[in-house]
Structure formats: structure tokens, C-alpha cells
């Protein structure tokens, strides 16, 4: 199994001041890689880091300000080398109804859930390229396809993220097999914008980092729940295809 080593570069963790993004901070130091977690919150940051030990380095940003995300990405490569990994997890849930939302409130939403995810991932890309290999994993969720209550802004930033994914790949898959990206989604977390009987994001650090260390061109475009791929849908085609060949489709897992 091809896997990204310490040795391949540093790994930026976006929305790292809190929950699933300070565990996946944290995991990812112990496991021996050089962390760049960004956030808006100084304080909060440098939690995490005390958490995570040396090799975490806070980096306060903005992910929906792109200059700053230019500059930021042109340090870490100065300063650490390269970006071999990025984890784009920042995200915001304001919880308003689509009545208490203004044009400007639904925009700010999404400038930091999709605008963030495009202006990180296209400064790892530019770095990515010149190596020729790197992973990019985006936190996603199924909100754009059952949206809950008061979370108009939130599903459909989250929802566009996750074609940007599938525009990414079908832009960039052919020329550079060996960045892989796709999505992951870890399920309810116990975090302020999950819920208090979910799961501990400890817990579900160690399937995003294990999932985002495997740097196999074969998971370029795959979806994983959790722990599991989930498998695209099949038309009745390619059912019947299946079912003659005695064919059954198993989805990947991480354990």
C-alpha cells in the first residue's frame, strides 16, 4: 500500500483549533509528521499545539481571505518544505433559517465551506504539482442531499464542495496520478457543530488520518463514511452486468 511518510513533506490541517480538526492534528503528530493546523482563533490554536507537542506549528488564517491563504501555503513550503497532505476541514454551521439569513450571512458561510476548500486546495496543488505526488482530503458531509432545518447556507456550501471534489479529479486526475484526493465524511461528532451523543472525534481522527495517509491513485475519487467506502450508485445496466459476471462490489474499509 502506497502511504505518505513524515519524510514526504508537512500536512496543513485546516479548522485545526477545535474538535475533529485539533484530533486530527493531534494524531497526525504522533504518528511523527511535521503539522501546520490553521484557524482564526490564536488561543485556541495554540491548545491544540500544546496537545500535539513540537512538531505542530499553529498558523492563524482565515481560509475564506485567498491572499492570505496564498501567502500562508508560501511560508509553509519556506519554512517546512512542500505540502505533502492537506485535510480541509474548516467549516461553519451558523444554524440560521433561511429567513434569518441575509444575502451577505448565507455568502459569508460559503465563502469559508467552499471558498476555503478552493483556496487551500489550489495553493497545495501548486506545490503538489512540482513534487508530483501529495493527498488531499476533503471533510464532507451529506447535507446537500438531506439538509436539515436551518442549515441552508451550511448544506449548499457543503453540497458544492463536494462537486468541486469531482470537478478537481476530472480536471487534474490524468496528469497527476499521484495526488489523490477525495472525500471523507465522519459521521456526527460530539463537537458544537455535531451533537452530544455523537462520536468522540478522537475516535474518528484515527479513521480520517489513516484514510489520508494512504496515497493510492485507486482511492482518487473515492467516498468514505467513517471507516467505510461508500460505493456509488449502479444503474440497472450495470446491475445486470454485475449479476451475470457473479459479481458483488465490496466496499473498501479502513480497518
Same mark, same amino acid.
Given at each position: 500500500?502506497?502511504?505518505?511518510? @513524515? ?14 480538526? #485539533? ?10 509528521? /511535521? ?15 500544546? +496537545?500535539?507537542?513540537?512538531? $505542530?506549528?499553529? =498558523? ?17 513550503? /519556506? ?14 454551521? %451558523? #444554524? ?9 450571512? &448565507? ?12 483556496? $487551500? ?7 503538489? !504539482? ?11 458531509? &451529506? ?5 436539515? %432545518? ?15 471534489? #469531482? ?5 487534474? *486526475? ?16 460530539? /463537537?458544537?457543530?455535531?451533537? @452530544?451523543?455523537?462520536? *468522540? %472525534? ?12 494512504? !496515497?493510492?491513485?485507486?482511492? /482518487?475519487?473515492?467516498?468514505?463514511? +467513517? ?5 456509488? @450508485?449502479?444503474? =440497472? ?10 459479481? #458483488? ?7
Amino acid at each position: 500500500m502506497t502511504r505518505l511518510t @513524515p519524510q514526504d513533506g508537512p500536512a496543513v490541517v485546516t479548522g485545526a483549533g477545535s474538535g475533529l480538526g #485539533r484530533a486530527l492534528s493531534v494524531e497526525l503528530a504522533r504518528q511523527g509528521f /511535521t503539522v501546520i493546523g490553521t484557524g482564526r482563533r490564536p488561543e485556541a490554536l495554540a491548545e491544540t499545539a500544546a +496537545q500535539a507537542g513540537p512538531t $505542530c506549528h499553529p =498558523l492563524t488564517l482565515d481560509v475564506s481571505d485567498p491572499k492570505a491563504v496564498r501567502a500562508a501555503f508560501a511560508r509553509i513550503k /519556506t519554512t517546512h518544505g512542500p505540502v505533502a497532505l492537506l485535510i480541509n476541514n474548516a467549516a461553519d454551521y %451558523p #444554524r440560521r433559517d433561511v429567513l434569518e439569513e441575509s444575502a451577505e450571512s &448565507f455568502l459569508d458561510t460559503i465563502a469559508i465551506n467552499l471558498g476555503g476548500v478552493v483556496a $487551500c486546495t489550489h495553493a497545495a496543488l501548486g506545490q503538489m !504539482c512540482e513534487t508530483g505526488r501529495g493527498r488531499i482530503l476533503n471533510v464532507a458531509t &451529506f447535507a446537500d442531499l438531506n439538509p436539515l %432545518p436551518a442549515s441552508s447556507a451550511y448544506s449548499v456550501s457543503k453540497g458544492a464542495a463536494r462537486i468541486f471534489t #469531482r470537478a478537481l479529479i476530472a480536471d487534474i *486526475a490524468d496528469r497527476f496520478p499521484g495526488i489523490v484526493i477525495g472525500d471523507w465524511m465522519p459521521g456526527m461528532l460530539q /463537537t458544537p457543530m455535531g451533537a @452530544p451523543d455523537g462520536l *468522540a %472525534p478522537e475516535a474518528s481522527a484515527n479513521w480520517g488520518v489513516e484514510l489520508a495517509l494512504r !496515497c493510492d491513485p485507486a482511492l /482518487t475519487g473515492a467516498v468514505f463514511e +467513517q471507516d467505510t467506502e461508500v460505493l456509488p @450508485p449502479r444503474g =440497472l445496466r450495470g446491475k445486470l452486468k454485475d449479476l451475470l459476471l457473479l459479481r #458483488r462490489r465490496r466496499p473498501r474499509r479502513l480497518s
